[in-house]
């Protein structure tokens, strides 16, 4: 079985071919392999040495090595370019770190500011509560209402339950009005000195009363400033166990004249 020549031998042969007719005729080769040189008069060859890369062995040598420089170099284009590709990657995760970094800033910021609308127009809900509620106030005292004035100051009530459920929504809680222990105590005083008796105003209301019949005298004898007083405090009334509840004045002048035409005072 025959074996072919490799591709680089032919080559090599052909290069060793050009070079013998360059130098012209045929030249003789040693039991080496090497030719002999020709002599330096022209005529011959000379018994000197050949240089080791102008023989066979030296040209498949220089061949050899000229491949194995050029593996080398693809081999290491193709590291470079590996290395590169990996660069790559980490300079895109890097920017795309960044660029999600930066998106979310961008949220939280816009977030923040959200936020802090929000808390602004709350506080501005609150406020309004504050002056509508004090607004309801001023208008239950001048309406002669003073007990039920007291009361919607202390923030009790069914006329503050209105304003508790909104501030709640609001996120807070009605608060006391300014004055309104000051209020609670002359107006707490004012009517125990009518009524001759311990009359308190609270959560459940105004205790102490008595009946209605009781307070005929003090409600015929005093002026216009006791009578709305008594009015005040009869209309709003107690919801504690055993006390009556509010009023109208309309029923309430109505049980007062039952008893002071015939001076039957109980």
Do not use: C, W, Y
């Amino acid at each position: 079985m025959a074996f072919g020549i490799p591709s680089s031998f032919r080559s090599i042969d052909r290069i060793l071919e050009q070079r013998r007719r360059v130098t012209g005729g045929t030249t003789t080769t040693t039991t080496t392999g090497q030719i002999p040189p020709r002599s330096a008069a022209g005529g011959g060859f000379s018994a000197g040495p050949v240089a080791f890369s102008q023989t066979r062995a030296g040209l498949i040598f220089a061949d050899e090595t000229q491949r194995g420089l050029l593996t080398v170099q693809r081999e290491n284009a193709q590291a470079l370019a590996r290395q590169q590709h990996r660069d790559d990657l980490v300079l895109q995760a890097s920017e795309q770190k960044f660029q999600a970094g930066q998106l979310q800033k961008r949220l939280d910021d816009e977030a923040k500011v959200r936020a802090e609308e929000r808390e602004r127009a709350r506080k501005a809900n609150i406020n309004q509560l504050r002056v509508e509620r004090q607004g309801t106030f001023a208008a239950l005292l001048k309406s002669g209402d003073q007990a039920r004035a007291v009361i919607f100051a202390l923030g009790f009530g069914p006329d503050n339950d209105v304003f508790d459920v909104r501030a709640r929504a609001l996120g807070t809680t009605v608060q006391e009005l300014k004055g309104a222990q000051a209020l609670r105590t002359t107006t707490q005083e004012a009517l125990s000195r009518v009524l001759d008796r311990q009359v308190t105003i609270g959560r459940e209301g105004v205790r102490g009363l008595g009946s209605s019949f009781q307070a005929a005298t003090a409600f015929t004898q005093g002026g216009i400033d006791v009578q709305d007083l008594l009015r005040s405090g009869f209309g709003v009334g107690s919801l504690r166990a055993g006390e009556r509840p509010g009023i109208s004045a309309a029923r309430l002048g109505e049980l007062i004249q039952q008893v002071t035409p015939t001076g039957f005072l109980p």
